[in-house]
Nanobody, 112 residues
Framework: QLQLVESGGGLVQPGGSLRLSCAASGSALKNYAIGWFRQFPGKEREGVSC????????YYADSVKGRFSVSRDNAKNTGYLQMDTLKPEDTAVYYCDMGGYRGQGTQVNVSL
């Protein structure tokens, strides 16, 4: 069974950057597409980005396109979400999802 642990969240000022990590155990990361989602308080989960398992093609929500970048390091069994030019509206709990498995989430706060 795949287990995922997200990390890298925190407090950052607008315009700043964070890199989220999603460490996988129990199975090889290379067998899964990577999805990143976020959840705002009291709202539905929103898809942020994903990376296809077969060809590495990436997809981004319009709200993050050009600012976020998804990647993976199969040797480290870890996926990443690089977030640049962060905005207050990016404040949310971020989750990674692989094969239907989800981590516990990491909180991102963008504020002065």
């Amino acid at each position: 069974q795949l287990q995922l642990v997200e990390s890298g969240g925190g407090l950052v000022q607008p315009g700043g950057s964070l890199r989220l990590s999603c460490a996988a155990s129990g199975s090889a990361l290379k067998n899964y597409a990577i999805g990143w989602f976020r959840q705002f308080p009291g709202k539905e989960r929103e898809g942020v980005s994903c990376m296809d398992v077969s060809d590495g093609r990436t997809y981004y929500a319009d709200s993050v396109k050009g600012r976020f970048s998804v990647s993976r390091d199969n040797a480290k069994n870890t996926g990443y979400l690089q977030m640049d030019t962060l905005k207050p509206e990016d404040t949310a709990v971020y989750y990674c999802d692989m094969g239907g498995y989800r981590g516990q989430g990491t909180q991102v706060n963008v504020s002065l």
